[in-house]
C-alpha cells in the first residue's frame, strides 16, 4: 500500500472528513463574526479565524501525499493541540479573556471537546503511518 492510501484509507479517510467539516465551520463561524461584531471581542474572533486556517492546512495536509505534506499535517495538528490546550486552559481559569467562545475555548465544549480529541488522533495516526511506510 502507497504512503497515500495507508494516510487515506479507513481512519484516515474519517479523519480528512472530520478536519474539512471543521475547516469548514470554523470557517464559517470565524468569518460572520467577524463581519458582524468584530469590535466585540476582536481577539477571540481573530483565534476563530487561526483556529479555521490551522483546520484547512491540516485538512490539505492530511489528504495529500508525501514526505512534505506529513510534515505539514504533523506541525499543523501539534499547532492545534498546542492552541486547544493553551485557549481551553485560559478560558477554564479566566473566560473574561474571551468574551466570546472561539472554536477552542473551554477545550472544545461548544463542539462536544471533538477538538480536544481531533489533535491527538491526528498525531496518534501520523505516527501509525509513518510506521507503517518503513
Known amino acids: 500500500m502507497t504512503e497515500q492510501s495507508q494516510r487515506t484509507s479507513g481512519p484516515g479517510r474519517l479523519l480528512v472528513a472530520v478536519y474539512a467539516v471543521f475547516a469548514l465551520s470554523a470557517s464559517a463561524r470565524a468569518g460572520v463574526q467577524i463581519a458582524t461584531r468584530f469590535s466585540d471581542a476582536p481577539v477571540a474572533y481573530l483565534l476563530s479565524a487561526f483556529a479555521a486556517l490551522v483546520y484547512v ?10 514526505e512534505t505534506a506529513r510534515r505539514v499535517a504533523l506541525l499543523a495538528v501539534t499547532v492545534e493541540l498546542l492552541g486547544v490546550l493553551t485557549v481551553g486552559t485560559i478560558t477554564a481559569f479566566d473566560p473574561g479573556d474571551f468574551p466570546d467562545d472561539t472554536v477552542w475555548s473551554q477545550y472544545g465544549r461548544g463542539y462536544g ?3 480536544l480529541v481531533l489533535p491527538v488522533l491526528g498525531l496518534l495516526w501520523l505516527r501509525r503511518t509513518n510506521r507503517t511506510d518503513g
Open 113 to 115: 471537546f471533538v477538538p
Open 57 to 66: 492546512v491540516a485538512t490539505i495536509a492530511l489528504a495529500r501525499p508525501g
